[in-house]
């Protein structure tokens, strides 16, 4: 039976992640809060930053855009 979480994002119980998705405490917090679906539509919304920014994956300042959108996507209240 799969992992069931309350997702922040899509407000229902959905299914969630085996493992962390990502390292640290962010990681953990995704993993305790979020669902593959929404994920999925995440790495939508990162996909079209990076081809907007021109992002480059080796760069480690995308790991810190990332980790903000991350935190953005998720867990910032709507303004």
């Known amino acids: 039976m799969p992992r069931m979480v309350k997702c922040v994002k899509l407000d ?3 299914e969630g992640f085996d493992k962390q998705p990502i390292p640290g405490e962010l ?3 995704v993993y305790d809060s979020v ?3 929404a994920w999925k539509l995440f790495l939508e919304h990162f996909k079209m930053i990076m081809n907007e920014y021109r ?3 080796m760069d480690p300042k ?3 855009i ?3 959108q991350v935190n953005r996507f ?3 209240s709507p303004e």
């Open 12 to 14: 229902s119980e959905m």
């Open 66 to 68: 990332f980790n903000e």
């Open 74 to 76: 998720f867990f910032s």
């Open 62 to 64: 995308t790991d810190e």
């Open 27 to 29: 990681g953990k917090k």
């Open 35 to 37: 669902s593959q679906a």
């Open 55 to 57: 992002l480059n994956l």
